[in-house]
């Protein structure tokens, strides 16, 4: 056999020493029994490690007696609609509930333990799911009010993000919120990812130039969009009033602090080589940044806007290859008894070439129809109202999310999903899709597209229902459900 002292010693370190010396002077002995003694020594040492310290609060004894607690002695009251079979699984309005409990008909049981209830009053179905939700279905809600966010220089503004550090499954897709105070700059930079934006308040002044040498000055407003193709560079300036404005990128773990920087190069080459590039003296750079701005204060931008519009050579952008489009001044694409969709896509907006988004309006009650995307994730946010969603994910899988104004959405393609309106105001939010056009398959749509024998066979369903299905896109169906 094999005995080498290296050997005991890697194992003699976790035994007491007679054990050592018992399992060094039995080194004639087989294997087997080396291992025994090397395996009791450890047991020993453990036992003498782990042996009762004669505390009668370790373990059972009977001297502890069982302290029995009425822990549902505690006042609640029940959400409209919760005894209702967990199936039907309504919304239910926590907001006046006292001491609102996780039970859906009569699954669940009372809560008497630590919890914040304005969490509950925000999450209910997350408290109290419906009884058709099962399984797992991956996180599909960041309120951008849990981002952690970055201040900008000298109160000019601020930004936070969500990425697939906060919902990991949204890798096609991330999200920006900025803040631009009057006369504020983002300052010039430039990306790998495409940004997509919407303003949601305020106007800014947006500008860039392309890689043709063409260049771009406009105006935008609450309601506008503006595109930002990878790696051109642009910057962006708050007008009279302010903005507030949501990015949205075209990668998944895109992060506002890994753009590239106007003031990082030239904080970042050395002087001698700026020097000779723009053939001037040092001197010239003698109160250059230091490091970024990112956001930073600026004077303001003038009122006309023809004072910005540098030429060169190439002239300005076609109005092909526009970063702009003025989208507040469409019309809605559909109005429906339930609410209203303005679609924006490359039909309209070229040079967004994947970017389709589809900004919605659900009165109070009433339900973007259940339907799904064939070939993109859906990255949606929601700028008024409170709005719940379930996904079903295939294989039995479905979840319900609880959103509310400043959440951020995402459903990855191919899953369904309905948005319905469970505040008292109106719901308003926008989808955004990486897609050439926007498109959906409607759940209903498709069923009376189809040959109804089909479907009563598939679903045991009546003639008479199926026959009631529209052969129509409802888009947003109305809230007052036939009894
Ligand atoms: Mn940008
Ligand atoms: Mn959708």
């Known amino acids: 056999m094999i005995c080498s002292v290296p050997h005991i010693i890697e194992l003699g370190f976790l035994l007491p020493t007679s054990a050592f010396e018992t399992a060094r002077n039995h080194c004639n002995m087989n294997r087997i029994t080396t291992f025994t003694i090397l395996l009791v020594g450890y047991i020993l040492r453990h036992d003498v490690l782990a042996a009762p310290t004669g505390d009668p609060l370790l373990g059972y004894n009977p001297s502890n007696v069982v302290i029995h607690q009425n822990t549902d002695n505690i006042n609640y009251d029940l959400a409209p609609g919760q005894t209702d079979g967990a199936n039907v699984g309504p919304y239910l309005d926590f907001d006046n509930v006292e001491n609102p409990q996780p039970m859906r008909g009569t699954k669940g049981g009372t809560d008497p333990g630590s919890r914040t209830e304005a969490i509950d009053r925000l999450n209910p179905d997350k408290l109290a799911p419906p009884g058709t939700d099962h399984g797992n279905v991956n996180n599909a809600q960041w309120p951008m009010g849990m981002s952690h966010a970055k201040l900008g220089l000298g109160g000019a503004g601020w930004s936070r993000q969500q990425n697939v550090d906060n919902i990991p499954a949204a890798t096609e897709m991330a999200g920006v919120n900025m803040r631009l105070e009057p006369g504020a700059y983002r300052e010039l930079h430039w990306h790998k990812a495409a940004e997509w934006a919407y303003v949601l308040n ?70 001698e080589v700026l020097s000779k590039n723009f053939q001037l003296p040092q001197s010239a750079w003698k109160n250059i940044p230091t490091g970024e701005l990112f956001i930073f204060p600026g004077t303001p931008a003038p009122e006309d806007i023809a004072e910005q519009n540098i030429v060169g050579s190439a002239g300005i952008a076609p109005i092909e290859k526009s970063f702009t489009y003025h989208l507040s001044k469409a019309k809605n694409t559909h109005e429906t008894p339930g609410g209203s969709v303005k679609i924006i896509d490359p039909t309209t907006f070229p040079l967004a070439e994947f970017f389709s988004a589809a900004i919605v309006t659900v009165k109070p009650g009433a339900l973007r129809e259940i339907h799904w995307h064939t070939s993109s994730d859906e990255w949606a946010f929601f700028i008024a109202g409170s709005a719940r969603i379930s996904i079903y994910a295939a294989q039995g899988l479905a979840r319900t999310f609880d959103y509310h104004a400043g959440d951020c959405g995402y459903i990855p393609k191919a899953m369904t999903h309905y948005v319905e309106n469970v505040g008292k105001d109106d719901l308003i939010f926008i989808e955004v899709l990486q897609a050439d056009h926007f498109s959906d398959i409607s759940v209903g749509q498709w069923l009376a597209l189809t040959p109804p024998q089909i479907v009563a066979d598939t679903l045991n369903l009546t003639n008479q229902t199926v026959s009631s299905f529209k052969k129509d896109k409802q888009f947003i169906v109305k809230g007052d459900v036939v009894q």
Do not use: C, K, M
């Not at 106007?203 to 609450?222: G, P, Y």
């Not at 300036?237 to 190069?265: K, R, Y």
């Open 202 to 271: 305020g106007s800014v002044r947006v500008e860039a130039v392309n890689e043709d040498s063409q260049t771009f000055v406009d105006d935008v407003s609450a309601g506008d969009v503006w595109y930002f193709p990878p790696g051109i560079p642009h910057s962006l300036q708050g007008l009279e009033g302010g903005a507030e404005f949501l990015l949205v990128f075209n990668d998944g773990s895109f992060s506002e602090d890994n753009t590239f920087l106007a003031s990082e190069i030239f904080a970042h080459n050395p002087l």
